[in-house]
């Protein structure tokens, strides 16, 4: 069975740091790309980072850039989300998601799998 799941979300300070990771089970992740998305409460889904297979291409979502950083650990069939200077505009449900085509677009709709998300709450 393929699955993603996420996980080091939690409650996190103004200003703080957390490092999201997925994982992978029932298949590998070398040949995929793997993308970050959020979703706040009565906000639609919106595209965070993406990187490609091979880890050589990545973007960034401007309202994220320079404070949230992705990364990919083939080896341990592992992706993450580095987030610095958090803020209260942060909290969110983060979902990683592999897309099969390795487009390397932050384009939901071309993800094909997706974890079950894990909470991200920004707060003093």
């Known amino acids: 069975q393929l699955q993603l799941v996420e996980s080091g979300g939690g409650l996190v300070q103004p200003g703080g740091s957390l490092r999201l990771s997925c994982a992978a089970s029932g298949f590998t992740l070398d040949y995929y790309a793997i993308g970050w998305f959020r979703q706040a409460p009565g906000k639609e889904r919106e595209g965070v980072a993406c990187i490609s297979s091979t880890g050589g291409s990545t973007v960034t979502a401007d309202s994220v850039r320079g404070r949230f950083t992705i990364a990919r650990d083939n080896g341990k069939n592992t992706v993450f989300l580095q987030m610095n200077n958090l803020n209260p505009e942060d909290t969110a449900v983060y979902y990683c998601?592999?897309?099969?085509?390795?487009?390397?677009?932050?384009?939901?709709?071309?993800?094909?799998?997706w974890g079950q998300g894990t909470q991200v709450t920004v707060s003093s």
């Open positions: 998601a592999a897309d099969r085509q390795n487009s390397g677009l932050l384009l939901a709709k071309n993800y094909d799998y």
